[in-house]
């Protein structure tokens, strides 16, 4: 067992840190909200007055932060204070030029760093069941998978730094652009008279079956523990998708990659966001999409 530094307790780096508290490691969190310290102090995290007092005593560092301007202060801030050959990981969903950027300053100070977001939200959080898309050195990545351990359901090894997010954003790209695609074909369901459940029944073991449709169905019924049955509660709020989607659009940008559809979905998350739903679970652009049918 070790001691981890873990730098952002919001409503991600709580539970997972909560979870690396119980598999028996000594966990010394910092976050800027006294609000997420309490919540981790009850987890029994030892709070710490900043990140470079936590770092000081740790042998890895985990960073939950909400974006890649925010990693890299805190890489800037702490990599001279961590001990020599400290493991960074960071699991905040960042652009991948930053992701590579914050490699670049953990290494030059001599410690070992991958890039490792999730998938799985809040709830494979508390659960200890995220998957981990990690990117990052053979050896650096053989020190993360046994801490990654009790947060994780799965831990993938996706190559070198910054693959982790690029994995992370082409995925979310996927997502978002079957959500919509789910959503319309229910709307256009619905104008046709034919019921959710009877749609449902066909493309969830026909050619149109995805994880949007089977796991995630955007209507409440054939899938009784969707957001869709709890008023769009998230789940995965519309900002967070608009985000990823951004990033991706970003990254394409970047690359040269032609991202049509990637595009439209960013641009009607977009939309669905400034009409004030970004506290909404991301399946709730079916309503959006009701309201602009004839
Ligand atoms: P959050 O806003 O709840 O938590 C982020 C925390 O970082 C906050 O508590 C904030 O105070 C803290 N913070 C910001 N700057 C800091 C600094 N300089 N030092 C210390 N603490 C600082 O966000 P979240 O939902 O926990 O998401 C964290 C990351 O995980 C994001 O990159 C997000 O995209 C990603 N993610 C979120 C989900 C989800 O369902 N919430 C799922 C997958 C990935």
Redesign the pocket.
């Known amino acids: 067992m070790t001691t981890i530094a873990f ?7 709580n539970p997972m840190a909560a979870n690396l508290v119980k598999a028996g490691h000594t966990v010394l969190g ?4 006294p609000e ?1 310290l309490a919540v981790a102090k009850e987890h029994g995290v030892t709070i710490m007055a900043d ?1 470079g007092a936590a770092v000081k005593e740790a042998e890895t560092v985990i960073t ?4 890649g301007k ?1 990693v890299l ?2 890489y800037e801030d702490i990599a001279a204070k961590a001990k020599k050959a400290t493991l960074f990981i960071d ?4 652009d991948v030029e930053s992701a590579r950027k914050a490699h670049a300053i953990a290494q030059k100070h001599g410690h070992a760093s991958i890039d490792a ?6 709830g494979g959080a508390a659960a200890g069941s995220l998957t981990f898309m990690a990117g990052g050195r053979k050896d650096a990545f053989a020190r993360a998978e046994p801490i990654l351990e009790p947060m994780a359901g799965r831990i993938v090894h996706c190559g070198d730094d910054g693959a982790g997010q690029a994995a992370k954003i082409c995925n979310n790209m996927i997502l978002g652009i079957s959500m919509i695609g789910v959503s319309e074909a229910f709307v256009l369901a619905e104008k046709l008279g034919l019921s959710h459940q009877a749609l449902f029944d066909v493309a969830s073991t026909a050619s149109g079956q995805c994880w949007s449709l089977t796991s995630y169905c955007p209507v409440p019924g054939p899938v009784p523990n969707s957001p869709a049955n709890k008023d769009y509660k998230p789940g ?2 519309a900002a ?1 998708m608009l ?2 989607l951004k990033l991706a659009q970003e990254a394409a940008q970047a690359a040269g990659a032609a991202t049509p559809l990637g595009a439209e979905a960013a641009q009607l998350y977009n939309l669905f966001n400034q009409q004030g739903n970004g506290g909404v679970d991301f399946s709730g652009i079916i309503g959006f999409l009701r309201g602009h049918s004839a």
């Open positions: 730098i952002g307790l919001g409503n991600m780096g910092f976050d800027l909200m997420n990140a939950m932060l909400p974006a925010h202060s805190v699991s905040s969903t960042i977001p999730v998938s799985g939200g809040t995965f709020a967070l985000k990823d």
